[in-house]
């Protein structure tokens, strides 16, 4: 009990982690987070290429799988789908990566050498925004690339981990050494709002073309910058509907999160959708829920 207490206290306070968070979501702040020197822990494998063969005359091209979770989420939030992900593929082992505000970074775990190595990634701070997690993924995604020497990936996001995926293509696609996006699985998107954070149930709908008939800040955002996002990407968006009167997941509307459809379908070579309904489509037990994770892998083509 004594040692539960000391590690309790040993953790940065609330009040701390929220002041961190709005430092991070404000361009004009972001250098004061830069003022502590960088740590990167290394304890990753590097699997040697696969050598040439009759079957295989050339090595595989390296797309790795990133999966991104979202608000006070962590390694459990993906767990499973790696999981499942590696059993399809048969190869357990991938990579771990844990990465701060402040850009500490630390990789454990093995980066595969097939041709679909998975990255698990998990960001330290929990209570952070969708600006916040835009950041890191903008500050990790060029580290991973040059490390491992990819120029493509593929990204599974859960939560706010799918606007951010969004988000994040667009503000750096004319970004020099930046991994472009090749296919995203967007599963509990919070795309025009969260419930009773500027979202209410049966409030906001959709017109007839699916353009929510009210849009926030960041959904606005979005729109104005739907041009900046690549057409040869795929789309695959998974919303839930607990079947309820709020037709919601619990925390994210129908309307919210089929809103990206209006963004994006128009833009990308591919755009499919899949609603799933009932207590499985809650939204802390999407990324669990086995029909999800067999239709997301499916799309990725492990």
Do not use: W
Not at 22 to 39: D, E, V
Not at 129 to 137: E, P, Q, W
């Amino acid at each position: 009990m004594y040692k539960e207490k000391k590690d309790k206290d040993k953790e940065p306070k609330m009040a701390y982690k929220v002041f961190i968070a709005i430092l991070a979501s404000i361009p004009f702040t972001r250098p004061l987070l830069h003022l502590r020197r960088r740590k990167i822990i290394d304890q990753s494998v590097i699997e040697e290429p696969r050598k040439a063969t009759a079957d295989c005359p050339k090595p595989p091209t390296q797309v790795p799988v990133i999966y991104i979770h979202g608000f006070r989420g962590g390694d459990y939030t993906t767990e499973i789908m790696v999981q499942k992900a590696g059993e399809l593929k048969k190869e357990p082992k991938f990579l771990k990566v844990s990465v701060d505000l402040f850009g500490n970074i630390e990789l454990s775990g093995t980066y595969t050498n097939d041709s679909k190595p998975i990255i698990q990634l998990v960001f330290k701070e929990k209570i952070i925004g969708v600006f916040a997690i835009c950041y890191m993924l903008r500050m990790i995604l060029p580290f991973l690339a040059k490390k491992f020497n990819f120029s493509s990936y593929n990204a599974v996001g859960h939560s706010l981990g799918a606007p951010s995926i969004v988000r994040t293509e667009m503000k750096t696609q004319k970004r020099r050494g930046f991994p472009r996006l090749k296919k995203a699985a967007l599963v509990a998107g919070p795309f025009d709002g969260v419930m009773f954070l500027g979202d209410l149930p049966n409030v906001n709908s959709l017109t007839r073309q699916g353009r929510p008939i009210m849009m926030n800040a960041s959904y606005l955002s979005m729109l104005r910058n739907r041009r900046k996002f690549p057409k040869d990407i795929s789309i695959l968006n998974i919303y839930g509907n607990i079947g309820d009167e709020t037709n919601t997941d619990r925390f994210i509307s129908v309307v919210s999160a089929k809103s990206i459809r209006y963004i994006l379908a128009p833009i990308v070579q591919h755009f499919s959708e899949m609603e799933v309904r009932g207590p499985a489509a809650e939204h802390s037990e999407m990324h669990d829920n086995p029909l999800v994770i067999g239709v997301i892998n499916r799309f990725i083509d492990y």
